[in-house]
């Protein structure tokens, strides 16, 4: 079963919903980003993006999934892994 979300997707989906829900400027999202320290987020802002990732992915995200996560790759790792 092939997965209808490309990594390039997910990323695209990620950064808007970063600049647009977290008002974060564009050019600070790089896949290296620290979401804490260099995004600034709290850990009410992690659970916000999970609740906005699983809106868009339409599948439930573990919050053990979510509590390795540090950088904007590795939510996409983690989104990769859970749309496969």
Same mark, same amino acid.
């Given at each position: 079963?092939?997965? @209808?979300?490309?990594?390039? &997707?997910?990323?695209?989906?990620?950064? &808007?919903?970063? +600049?647009?829900?977290?008002?974060?400027?564009?050019?600070?999202?790089?896949?290296?980003? =620290?979401?804490?320290?260099?995004?600034?987020?709290?850990?009410? $802002?992690? +659970? $916000?993006?999970?609740?906005?990732?699983? $809106?868009?992915?339409?599948?439930?995200?573990?919050? =053990?999934?979510?509590?390795?996560?540090?950088?904007?790759? &590795?939510?996409?790792?983690?989104?990769? @892994?859970?749309?496969?």
């Amino acid at each position: 079963m092939g997965s @209808e979300f490309t990594r390039e &997707d997910i990323a695209k989906e990620l950064k &808007d919903i970063l +600049v647009e829900d977290f008002e974060i400027d564009a050019a600070r999202i790089t896949p290296d980003a =620290n979401l804490f320290e260099d995004l600034e987020f709290d850990s009410i $802002d992690a +659970v $916000d993006l999970a609740v906005r990732l699983q $809106d868009y992915t339409q599948k439930k995200i573990s919050p =053990n999934n979510f509590k390795q996560i540090r950088t904007v790759n &590795d939510v996409i790792d983690a989104i990769e @892994e859970l749309v496969k």
